[in-house]
């Protein structure tokens, strides 16, 4: 009786139940779709983080394959779908979009602080006049630094070096964009710069050298662009960071690629999985 029963069992029973399972469902998505979207952006910070922050390196048992056992904050390196650096291969892009802008530059002439932190020397900006604007907000400039060799790489081809210059929102998101270098001619607006390098890691309390830049004379921002979302390439791997990655390329001299080496040298994270990311051209 009980086998015959079931199959028959009225489906209007079910309904009410079911659709009450389904909108409880449903809400559950939207929260957590709601709490994905706004959490990483309200907790990501610029690199590198403070110095409380766990030792970490590019080689060794410190090394990006362990980041991620380093400290709990870092775990995103590991298990995060959205990280950086990737391979943009040219053949797969999608040409922009209304919504994936092309990122306008207002850079102007700075006093930089030149700072050797131990992972890169990067130069911070004594005021905040530079920015960026890209999907209509505006980034203020806070460093820039650089790696060697390059952390992205453009149709499986990895550069001499990488200058990134790491902005940020009034709301703390990121967006960074990365310039690819090459060998050739001294550059004149880093002249100043690489003469005086710290060679020793620089502290709260150090005195470091100062330099006047305006980044508007090493980067014209009128060539195309590759845009795509990404994280900070050094812990805690945060995401949430828009990424501009310039077509045009910048050179440094020998003797500047050289004066960089001789303190830092293979200061990048190995290629990480694109996954289902679009990777966008905006001209
Ligand atoms: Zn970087």
Request: charged residues 20%; proline residues 7%.
């Amino acid at each position: 009786m009980i086998k015959k029963r079931r199959p028959s069992l009225p489906s209007k029973k079910w309904d009410l139940p079911v659709f009450v399972l389904l909108a409880v469902l449903g809400l559950s998505q939207f929260v957590l779709y709601a709490c994905a979207a706004t959490t990483p952006q309200t907790t990501v910070s610029v690199e590198p983080v403070s110095t409380e922050a766990k030792h970490w390196s590019y080689t060794g048992d410190t090394g990006p394959e362990y980041w991620y056992r380093l400290d709990p904050a870092y775990a995103m390196a590991q298990y995060g779908k959205s990280q950086s650096p990737i391979d943009i291969i040219t053949s797969d892009l999608t040409v922009s979009s209304d919504i994936i802008g092309k990122p306008v530059f207002a850079y102007q002439e700075t006093q930089f602080e030149v700072e050797n932190n131990g992972h890169t020397i990067e130069l911070v900006p004594m005021a905040p006049d530079n920015y960026i604007t890209i999907d209509s907000d505006s980034y203020v400039l806070q460093q820039f630094h650089f790696h060697s060799p390059s952390e992205h790489q453009i149709d499986g081809k990895p550069f001499v070096m990488e200058l990134h210059l790491v902005h940020k929102s009034a709301q703390g998101n990121l967006a960074v964009l990365g310039i690819m270098i090459t060998e050739g001619a001294e550059n004149e607006v880093f002249k100043e710069t690489f003469a005086a390098l710290p060679q020793e890691i620089t502290h709260e309390g150090s005195s470091k050298p100062e330099v006047k830049i305006n980044l508007a004379d090493l980067f014209s921002g009128e060539q195309g662009m590759y845009r795509y979302e990404g994280s900070l390439t050094t812990p805690p791997c945060s995401e949430g960071v828009k990424w501009s990655i310039a077509t045009q390329v910048i050179e440094l001299s020998s003797a500047q690629i050289h004066a960089f080496n001789a303190l830092y040298t293979g200061n990048k994270r190995p290629l990480q999985p694109r996954y289902e990311r679009t990777v966008y051209f905006v001209e």
